[in-house]
């Protein structure tokens, strides 16, 4: 979806201004933002890009005027709401107001290390061969889903060329709406400077994004 988290390419905003020696986090409260996140996707309810989908869906005034940590919590309050883990009258209240879904497991504090290290793999065996190669001139395709999708906005409709095939992965834009992991192939893809910001562009500049093989099209 073109949300207000797709900001590649997009003016008015400013510089990006990295802060020199920044701390893991600002405040203790979004440490707990953090562990409460993590905690509460190993319920099994749904998934990273059902996650992602969530935090880019917040409005742009709410989105834009939160932090970090702030747009993850908002996000988890809706993931939590929709899969009846708790209510928005609870939400109102600050605490429980009944019996909420039981979570498939629970993710104990001595486990925490090891599920983190373990991790979650996204890539996955397919029967397919990659549609494409290295050298390949390809061009991605102009679609403006409402939906989640990792295709950026500044890199639709573009021409460049395959510069690794990678493995199968699982497909965010079905996964995030419970349409199954549809995994496919692939591609790091790398485009001029010119043809993704036009005749102003650094002419030595490059951009390499990775597109799954659903993005993209002969050229």
């Known amino acids: 979806m073109n949300g207000p988290h797709d900001l590649g390419g997009q003016m008015g905003f400013g510089p990006v201004a990295p802060e020199p020696n920044e701390p893991v986090f600002h405040a203790e409260w ?10 509460t996707g190993a319920f099994g309810a749904w998934n990273i890009d059902e996650s992602r989908h969530a935090r880019e869906s917040l409005h742009p005034a709410t989105y834009y005027s939160s932090s970090y940590y702030e747009i993850w919590t908002r ?65 991605t395709i102009n679609a403006h889903p409402v939906g989640h999708t990792r295709l950026p906005r500044y890199a639709r409709g573009k021409t460049g060329v395959i510069e690794a095939v990678r493995e199968a992965y699982v497909f965010p834009d079905s996964n995030a709406h419970g349409n199954g992991e549809q995994a496919q192939h692939v591609y790091t893809v790398s485009f001029d400077g010119h043809e993704l910001w036009g005749q102003g562009a650094d002419p030595s500049l490059s951009i390499s994004i990775d597109a799954w093989e659903s993005y993209l099209e002969r050229a």
Do not use: I, M, W, Y
């Open 30 to 39: 979004e440490r707990r933002a953090l562990g409460v996140t993590l905690a």
């Open 75 to 139: 996000a988890l309050e809706t993931l939590l709401v929709r899969h009846g883990f708790l209510t928005s009258d609870e939400l109102e209240a600050g605490h429980s107001l009944g019996k909420g879904a039981e979570p498939a497991r629970v993710l104990q504090a001595g486990d925490v290390a090891a599920t983190l290290a373990r991790g979650g793999p996204c890539n996955r065996a397919v029967a397919a061969t990659p549609k494409f190669a290295v050298g390949d001139r390809v061009r």
